[in-house]
């Protein structure tokens, strides 16, 4: 039962919570409630170690978990959020939105993801020098950087290949119309192709060709490859209380870039219409993905009030 | 001055407990009479209030409490590491429950004065 709680805490309580669980179902008849309780507060523990609660960490590898944590939350908003926008902007290489909630929507979350991807950039740069310094010290930072940077390499071939196939590249008469130029809103479509519904029709599904079937289960691992390499450099490089600070206020950006974003997509859902040849339809796989963005949000949210104003000046105690 | 200030203070930390504010009460209350190893502080409680916390909701608190500083563990050679309040968990549960008595009072009062004294 003990597998229900991170490794860090089973190190410091591990033992003597297992002397209390003995001694607990020895003087208890058999019910769920203790394995129950166990689970929960498992979860709970993990979730606290990851950044997101109370734990005995030191205030300085706490703040470094909880971006970590908002930075996978934004990950996984963004994701999706791309999964939608890439079929929106799709849509307007073939014909323009006929109402103006979508288009609304659309310039928002377009621009919402420019600023997106500016902080992201700006997030990342600066950790350059600390990676380096940690390979320098010998830390285990080769293995999570060659996992990243494999991942967005299939990633990148992968979407352009994909991409390439697709009509709206600037191959087909209709394809001058859209809000972002043809080429990324194809790549965009072709990094998020497994953010579908299809995965719910499997008859329908299996009539794609088999590269684009395989290509939409190996993109998903190619992005969990990225995502599991960059948390995993992440734990091994020190980020320095100024520089935690600086992440820190990207965070609190991105948050509100996200919730924008969130505000953008909703308003399609809500207000926007069926469009032109239905290319702008609101699919439940787009209702299931502003859900999940929601989560995300929340996540990071919860994050960022973890991190609070000043992570840097508490990391240097 | 001072005095609402601390009070905010002791209010914030057990505010963060959300749903563990109650094991976090009699869990400080048990400690409050010296330092108890998790199985000793079960049993305790289970005595004064009829409550008996399941494993992983008293290490659960157990581990907030900690990361708060409000108690903090005792040197041991025993697998079963007691605990013991710091000076700030001393505080904090002094002043949170001055203020359940005040509510306490204030409720019992109301009840006499409508219901008549039990």
Wanted: proline share 5%.
């Amino acid at each position: 039962m003990l597998r229900w709680y991170p490794r860090e805490w089973r190190a410091r309580y591990g033992e003597e919570f297992t002397e209390l669980l003995v001694s607990d179902m020895s003087e208890r008849s058999r019910s769920v409630r203790t394995p129950a309780d166990v689970a929960v507060n498992g979860i709970v523990a993990r979730l606290a170690y990851a950044g997101l609660g109370q734990s005995t960490l030191e205030d300085a590898e706490r703040s470094r978990r909880t971006l970590l944590a908002f930075a996978c939350a934004a990950a996984v908003f963004v994701t999706v959020g791309l999964g939608i926008w890439a079929q929106l902007t799709i849509g307007w290489q073939w014909s323009p939105p006929d109402t103006v909630a979508t288009s609304v929507a659309m310039f928002v979350m377009s621009y919402s993801v420019l600023v997106l991807l500016a902080l992201g950039a700006m997030a990342v740069v600066p950790l350059a020098w600390p990676t380096a310094r940690a390979a320098l010290r010998r830390r285990n930072v080769v293995g999570p950087l060659a996992l990243t940077l494999a991942g967005a390499g299939i990633l990148i071939v992968g979407s352009r290949h994909f991409a390439n196939g697709w009509p709206g590249t600037g191959g087909h008469q209709w394809a001058h119309q859209g809000l972002v130029p043809g080429g990324l809103a194809a790549f965009v479509w072709a990094a998020t192709l497994f953010v579908t519904a299809y995965w719910a029709h499997p008859g329908a599904l299996l009539a794609f060709p088999a590269p684009e079937i395989a290509w939409m289960v190996l993109s998903p691992v190619a992005l969990a490859c990225v995502a599991l390499g960059a948390v995993g450099l992440g734990r091994q490089i020190e980020l320095s209380p100024r520089l935690l600070h600086y992440e820190a206020r990207l965070a609190q950006l991105g948050g509100m870039v996200m919730f924008v974003f969130l505000v953008g997509a909703s308003l399609w859902v809500v207000d926007g219409g069926p469009g032109p040849r239905n290319l702008f339809h609101v699919g439940a796989i787009d209702i299931a993905g502003i859900g999940v963005m929601v989560v995300a949000l929340v996540t990071a949210g919860r994050a960022l009030q973890l991190i609070g104003p000043n992570p840097g000046a508490r990391a240097a105690r | 001055m001072a005095r609402t200030s601390r009070q905010n203070t002791t209010q914030t930390e057990f505010s963060g407990f959300g749903r563990y504010a109650g094991p976090a009460t009699l869990i400080l209350s048990s400690l409050a009479d010296g330092p108890k190893h998790g199985y000793a502080l079960t049993k305790d409680i289970e005595a004064f209030s009829g409550t008996r916390l399941a494993p992983g909701t008293l290490y659960e608190a157990l581990s907030r409490l900690e990361g708060q500083g409000l108690i903090e563990a005792v040197e041991s050679d025993d697998r079963r590491r007691p605990y013991q309040l710091t000076v700030l968990g001393a505080t904090a549960l002094r002043s949170h429950l001055a203020a359940q008595r005040r509510i306490a009072d204030l409720g019992l009062r109301r009840l006499a004065g409508t219901w008549g004294a039990a």
